[in-house]
């Protein structure tokens, strides 16, 4: 009887000391929660982990470059921007971060300090403007641009001119109203498209540019000609009756067009050459 009351004994002690340390850990919980700094932390934690959560990827990309471009790491905020147009291009910031590429690609584009896509053209003899910018696949605006020119003079053997290859190619994409300048696999730039006067297509329609030309006063330009300058540019495809130009407000319309801004259209026909790929992508039906 006497060993039963001890063993007895035993077990309450036992019970009591277990009680005793979930007492002593619930206390201790209790206190870390009560912890103002503790409590902080944890909900910041939370706030943070819901925002990355409902955050998209292509706009935490492009948070990310904002925030690189504003403190001068331009290399690193590109590359930010060129993840989004490649992988995330329907993101919500897609348009802006296309915009803000575009206009340091062409930036880089033009700069004297990039040369790795130009060269210095010495004249020979028997050269002309035209023949230099035909054979270095070229255009007289960029090469003006370059080397700072407002006119061609008469030049001569051992001149020397900065000259620019333009391989860009065209796309244009009707259903959502905008055209793409590209180079290779590389996104230059994008443009909204102000008005399409199109036959309906299916599919793809690959073409090239087959002239430029500029009007002005009802009379056409070609691009050695001073007044092409000023004057409205239009670029013309082959095989087809289609023209890109600029929006005029004397532009009566007719035949199969694709209208820019004025100053769009300035900008691009600058960067195209004849021979130039254009590729038409047409709604998908």
């Not at 007492?23 to 902080?40: L, Y």
């Not at 943070?48 to 935490?60: A, I, M, R, W």
């Not at 929006?247 to 035949?255: A, I, K, N, V």
Request: some cysteine; glycine content about 8%.
């Amino acid at each position: 009887m006497k060993r039963a009351y001890l063993i007895l004994k035993c077990l309450i002690a036992i019970a009591v000391l277990v009680m005793m340390a979930k007492t002593a850990v619930f206390v201790t919980q209790v206190q870390a929660k009560e912890d103002p700094q503790e409590i902080t932390r944890e909900l910041k934690e939370k706030l943070e982990q819901t925002s990355l959560v409902d955050l998209e990827p292509g706009e935490k990309a492009f948070n990310r470059a904002r925030q690189l471009l504003s403190t001068g790491n331009f290399a690193e905020g590109r590359d930010k921007l060129l993840y989004i147009v490649n992988f995330h291009p329907s993101t919500r910031s897609g348009d802006e971060a296309r915009r803000i590429l575009g206009e340091m690609n062409l930036d880089r584009i033009f700069s004297l300090e990039e040369m790795a896509n130009k060269k210095v053209y010495k004249v020979k003899s028997g050269d002309s403007i035209l023949k230099i910018a035909n054979r270095e696949k070229t255009n007289l605006d960029v090469m003006m641009l370059l080397n700072n020119l407002t006119k061609f003079a008469q030049i001569h053997p051992g001149d020397e001119f900065i000259v620019m290859e333009l391989g860009f190619r065209l796309e244009v994409h009707t259903e959502r109203e905008l055209l793409s300048l590209w180079k290779e696999d590389e996104f230059i730039k994008q443009y909204r498209i102000q008005k399409m006067d199109l036959d309906e297509g299916s599919g793809r329609f690959r073409t090239k540019i087959a002239g430029k030309s500029g009007y002005h006063d009802g009379r056409r330009y070609s691009p050695n000609s001073s007044k092409y300058r000023t004057a409205a540019k239009v670029l013309g495809l082959s095989g087809t009756s289609l023209q890109i130009r600029g929006m005029t407000e004397d532009d009566e319309g007719g035949g199969q067009v694709i209208y820019l801004t004025r100053s769009d259209m300035e900008e691009l026909a600058m960067l195209l050459r004849v021979g130039n790929e254009v590729v038409i992508r047409y709604t998908s039906r």
